[in-house]
């Protein structure tokens, strides 16, 4: 049997240090802001001959002096333009030039988000991800309300929390420094995926949990708290490791062959699934045990 509990302070330091990484930069750096949080122009067209690279589209458009100007390729000679403008005139510039450019080229698709409706989405994101955070601290809590040896339950609930603004705070961190050295953009999408984040990484918690207060109600009150944590999480390991691995080769397959558009949500769910598994394991559970410790010291 692995003694993960005996080794806390170091999954602590861990995780304390690569948090701290990620709030720091979160803080000097802030995240790269997509249109969806800044407002501007997507425009996604298909020309009718291959258009090789996109710095011939850029080159086309640069007199224009678009801001934050962003040209993704895909499928069937089709381009998205993004832009920080939703300006109808400067529009049709770029529309005219891109004439220019393929003459018999079609408009399949463009999306306008204005200044106020991207701070209503940018409040509202933030909101949601605090909410979840909270829900889900307060479900545990009654989820676990006959669980009152030797902790009580709203114990297990900021537990799970802490693990879960964890997860968050690393992905965030990872998404901080892709837009500083690699100008990759958050939108809405990375809220999704730091929302599914915390889904999976409680689902991961709540099993281990469940254990632990299965062996609680099962073990004879002299055998140690921690020693019931630490037999839980042995008894769960091999079933979380397994099912998060394979979560991460499908996300592992989806980012290296699934295109761009979906790269960099799959590229979150990547970091914050392996990191939720490693707070439910390592993180979550010590917490509950520290929590015990600190109690009987008081007492």
Avoid: C
Avoid at 34 to 50: L, Y
Avoid at 70 to 93: H, P, T
């Amino acid at each position: 049997m692995i003694n993960i509990i005996d080794k806390r302070k170091y999954f602590y330091a861990f995780s304390l240090t690569i948090t701290m990484i990620s709030l720091i930069m979160l803080i000097m750096w802030g995240l790269k802001l997509g249109k969806d949080f800044k407002g501007g122009t997507r425009m996604n067209v298909q020309f009718s001959q291959e258009i090789l690279d996109t710095q011939k589209i850029q080159e086309s458009l640069k007199e224009l002096n678009l801001q934050e100007l962003a040209i993704q390729k895909s499928q069937d000679n089709s381009v998205a333009i993004s832009y920080g403008s939703s300006d109808e005139a400067l529009n049709n510039k770029v529309r005219d030039e891109l004439k220019v450019l393929d003459s018999n080229y079609k408009e399949l698709k463009t999306e306008f988000t204005g200044s106020s409706v991207s701070d209503q989405i940018k409040k509202n994101a933030i909101l949601a991800v605090i909410l979840a955070n909270i829900g889900i601290g307060i479900f545990i809590a009654w989820a676990f309300r006959k669980v009152s040896r030797p902790i009580p339950s709203w114990q297990y609930g900021i537990g799970a929390v802490v693990a879960l603004a964890h997860d968050v705070l690393i992905t965030t961190g990872v998404f901080v420094f892709l837009g500083k050295f690699h100008e990759v953009e958050v939108g809405v999408p990375f809220i999704a995926a730091l929302l599914t984040i915390l889904g999976f990484s409680v689902h991961d918690t709540i099993v281990v949990y469940d254990r632990i207060r299965e062996n609680l109600l099962k073990s004879s009150s002299k055998e140690s708290f921690e020693v019931i944590v630490n037999k839980s999480l042995n008894e769960t390991l091999a079933r979380s490791i397994n099912t998060s691995l394979t979560v991460l080769l499908v996300l592992s397959a989806i980012t290296l062959f699934g295109g761009e558009s979906i790269r960099y949500f799959s590229i979150a769910l990547l970091v914050g699934i392996f990191f939720g598994t490693y707070s439910s394991i390592f993180v979550a559970s010590s917490l509950l045990v520290t929590s015990y410790k600190m109690k009987i010291k008081k007492a």
